[in-house]
């Protein structure tokens, strides 16, 4: 059964950090790109970072650039998301989606940047 489930998210101020997590299951981790989305209430889904499976090559959402980091621990399967200098308008679901031979989706985490 394949599994990608989120954890991390939360309520921070803004200027603070976060780290997400996405434990992978039930499929060839490695194999795949990985990819962190957000939507906001009201808002479109926007895809905010992506890993390539093999040699780590990542990419970001203008938005996002300079404050936000991928990375992927192929050996743990899992794809993390951190999050620095973090303001009012990163608030969203955050989810993870495996895109390979399939795409997979998790359920997503809240994150909120509030004070």
């Known amino acids: 059964q394949v599994q990608l489930v989120e954890s991390g998210g939360g309520l921070v101020q803004p200027g603070g950090s976060l780290r997400l997590s996405c434990a992978a299951s039930?499929?060839?981790?490695?194999?795949?790109?990985m990819r962190w989305y957000r939507q906001a209430p009201g808002k479109e889904r926007e895809l905010v970072a992506a890993?390539?499976?093999?040699?780590?090559?990542?990419n970001y959402a203008d938005s996002v650039k300079g404050r936000f980091t991928i990375s992927r621990d192929n050996a743990k399967n899992t794809v993390y998301l951190q999050m620095n200098s973090l303001k009012a308008e990163d608030t969203a679901v955050y989810s993870c989606?495996?895109?390979?031979?399939?795409?997979?989706w998790g359920q997503g985490v809240q994150v909120t940047v509030s004070s």
């Open positions: 989606s495996a895109w390979g031979p399939y795409n997979y």
């Open positions: 890993i390539s499976n093999i040699l780590g090559r990542t």
């Open positions: 039930g499929f060839t981790f490695s194999s795949y790109a």
